[in-house]
């Protein structure tokens, strides 16, 4: 088995201030609290000796290698971010932020918020702009229907309602 990955398509590049704070905050912990924690433990375990047995400094290497890289990846991340804080002139319509509400053809309704790849939560109801219904929903209006493909087959859903927080909400 190669350990070759082929590159993940990068995500769309926008975030909600919220998002934003908590991934600010996820590398600040990483950074100056967790990863001087494990540096600490692995001087430790490695001043017991042998370290080709020595599965406390194995253990600890490792976690190190994927602060690093998580580390490496936040700070990429947030250099390229473009912080929405505004609703669009547009309200009318569904861009970044919109919280839309859609009925499918069985009259059930579901709400969602489109956000971006970083802050995305299904059991908040935020779904991902590059997601398959994040896409089929940019751009519509209200009354609008909207079809995605799904696996087994394609689903209809009507938008029955568009809506913008102010910047203070959730």
Request: proline residues 6%; aromatic residues 8%.
């Amino acid at each position: 088995m190669s350990r070759y990955r082929p590159p993940q398509p990068k995500g769309s590049k926008f975030i909600t201030p919220v998002g934003a704070q908590r991934l600010k905050d996820e590398l600040d912990h990483l950074w100056r609290v967790l990863r001087p924690q494990v540096t600490q433990a692995v001087q430790e375990a490695a001043a017991q000796g042998d370290r080709s047995e020595n599965a406390e400094y194995i253990y600890g290497k490792r976690q190190l290698r994927e602060i690093d890289r998580r580390v490496r990846f936040l700070r990429q991340r947030l250099d390229g971010m473009v912080i929405v804080s505004q609703p669009p002139s547009d309200s009318s319509r569904v861009f970044f932020g919109a919280w839309v509400t859609l009925e499918d053809d069985t009259g059930v309704e579901s709400e969602y918020r489109i956000v971006g790849p970083d802050e995305f939560d299904a059991a908040k109801g935020y779904i991902s702009m590059d997601s398959p219904l994040g896409r089929a929903v940019l751009r519509k209006a209200l009354d609008d229907e909207v079809r995605v493909e799904i696996p087994g087959g394609t689903k209809a859903y009507v938008i029955t309602a568009v809506r913008y927080e102010a910047p203070s909400g959730g």
